[in-house]
């Protein structure tokens, strides 16, 4: 036989025991052939074209999880930032069009679809700010439209006007919804990716074909696996053999990707290498940290044991692939990560740890619940201070926070299947209120002199 | 005509007649068996089958489904996973 007895069984294991699978196949869709002046006939090309797409979509992915064994979990769609497809329509086409993607994502049987957005970092059109005060309406009258803004970048600076409004936002948006769970389907962002296959900030970027099908490669199980088998070795040799298991499931996550693309006649776009968690037992990034030897995930060493991990997971995804893009960094959800939680409950996590740990590889902040009566300056400012890292080190950051109306720090709140179950974090009180409320633009900064 | 590859693997307790149902089902498929290997791990029998489908009518999806019952019946795991993956993950 071409390969040993353990050679096969590694790859059953990874799929039977450790929850190896393929979190997301999303298409990317160009939209901007379905504008037409008539709002009825554009609605009407949009929903021919998401769900004529989405159907093959759900339908190949199907095929290839038999062929493979190796579970898809979602199948997703995002398309042309919204925005920029409703520049010349009447007022209330955002919302016309997010309901018309919904609508098409319900009967295609997609289970998100991405791309209500905006690329505002520098200013913004009124187009956009049309789009950006519709997000409340949308999100608590859709079902499955996710949202996303990129308020800034290393090139242009940060769009703090933008960022003013979406303190507010914010806090509407989680009034208008139970337990404030609107708030998870919307993420802000600095450099966000145009290939990104992870909601809820997937959008199919200008500078991308007609179609582009991109996926998201998921295994913090495998990983914290291999890191329990080695328990003796140093970080050098540590960081070699989760090199060796990332090259694995990256080489996996491109044959199926595009084996995928070639079904459905659409060019093959990216892997995205991201460890993703989820509330399933041991598949918890925080788990392969605190195996690592952390006591509990926000402990001083953490940072570096994330930067370790993410470091080797990108050296082998660059050699198995050389498609890798998207995010491809960690997500350390809180909510969808039970090890993350519990390190809230205990006190072992502070939000301020959380935006250190994005400094060396995480992609933000990422579904954390805050006290619902937080000032809305106080959000912009968490905002800003988070996107402020990823446009001074040149990386994507994002944030993705639900201040839960009635709730303090401390609660419990559970955002129900996926979006899992949290406790409030605790924020600082202090204002930052004359700050934010300066507005206009932070410049871009200098990218020479990095220290 | 090419192959068309596929591991069929089983995992469970060690006992009479995996092998002869397993092989059972794929013949009934027209599906032939290229190699097999087995043996006992950490305590599990462990058993991988390589298969050429080339020649039968069934589906990857036809074959799962035959196995359910076996699984059923013996308590076992029965994998059935196309050859290429394990190219992709296992050699450079």
Do not use: W
Request: charged content about 25%.
């Amino acid at each position: 036989m071409e390969y040993s007895l353990d050679e096969v069984m590694e790859t059953v294991r990874m799929t039977l025991y450790h929850n190896f699978d393929i979190r997301t196949v999303t298409l990317g869709i160009n939209l901007k052939d379905c504008i037409d002046p008539d709002i009825e006939s554009f609605k009407s090309n949009v929903y021919d074209k998401v769900t004529e797409y989405g159907k093959r979509l759900v339908n190949e992915a199907g095929k290839i999880e038999d062929k493979y064994g190796v579970p898809i979990i979602n199948k997703r769609i995002s398309v042309t930032p919204v925005s920029l497809i409703v520049e010349s329509c009447k007022e209330d086409a955002p919302i016309e069009i997010a309901k018309t993607l919904d609508m098409a994502s319900r009967d295609a049987n997609i289970d998100f679809i991405g791309g209500y957005g905006a690329l505002v970092q520098k200013g913004m059109t009124r187009s956009d700010s049309r789009l950006i005060d519709s997000l409340p309406e949308m999100l608590s009258s859709t079902e499955r439209v996710c949202a996303f803004l990129n308020v800034a970048s290393t090139l242009s600076g940060m769009n703090m006007d933008a960022i003013i409004k979406l303190g507010n936002i914010l806090k509407d948006i989680a009034s208008r919804t139970d337990n404030g769970i609107g708030c998870t389907k919307f993420a802000v962002f600095s450099n966000a990716p145009e290939d990104n296959p992870f909601m809820a900030g997937a959008f199919h970027g200008i500078g991308e074909p007609d179609f582009s099908l991109n996926i998201g490669i998921s295994g913090p199980g495998v990983v914290r696996s291999v890191v329990e088998k080695n328990r003796e070795c140093d970080l050098t040799g540590l960081s070699e053999v989760i090199k060796r298991t990332a090259f694995k499931i990256t080489r996996a996550g491109e044959l199926i990707g595009r084996e995928l693309a070639l079904k459905m006649e659409v060019p093959f776009g990216i892997v995205d290498i991201s460890l993703a968690s989820t509330n399933k037992v041991g598949d918890s990034v925080a788990g392969i940290v605190e195996m690592m030897g952390i006591e509990r995930i926000g402990a001083p060493g953490s940072t570096a044991a994330l930067a370790l991990l993410i470091d080797a997971v990108k050296k082998g995804g660059a050699m198995a692939s050389g498609n890798v893009g998207g995010l491809s960094g960690t997500f350390i959800p809180v909510s969808e990560d039970s090890g993350m939680n519990e390190a809230v409950r205990s006190g072992a996590l502070s939000i301020e740890k959380l935006e250190a740990l994005t400094a060396v590889c995480s992609v933000g902040l990422d579904m954390i619940a805050i006290p619902g009566d937080t000032p809305a300056e106080t959000i912009s400012a968490i905002i800003a201070d988070e996107l402020s890292i990823g446009v001074v080190n040149g990386k994507t950051t994002g944030v993705r926070l639900i201040p839960v109306p009635g709730k303090k720090a401390g609660d419990y709140v559970n955002f129900g299947g996926l979006l899992g179950e949290t406790y409030v974090m605790d924020i600082s009180t202090f204002s930052s209120r004359d700050f934010i409320l300066r507005g206009g633009r932070m410049p871009a900064p200098i990218t020479s002199m990095r220290n | 005509m090419p192959k068309d590859l596929v591991f069929i693997t089983v995992i469970g307790k060690d006992q009479k007649g995996i092998i002869a149902h397993i092989s059972n089902a794929v013949f009934k498929h027209n599906i032939n068996i290229e190699d097999l290997n087995q043996k006992v791990m950490e305590g599990y029998f462990v058993m991988t089958m390589l298969a050429d489908m080339a020649d039968s009518k069934a589906s990857i999806a036809d074959i799962k489904r035959e196995f359910t019952e076996i699984e059923k019946q013996m308590d076992l795991r029965i994998q059935v996973q196309h050859e290429n993956i394990f190219k992709a993950m296992h050699r450079v």
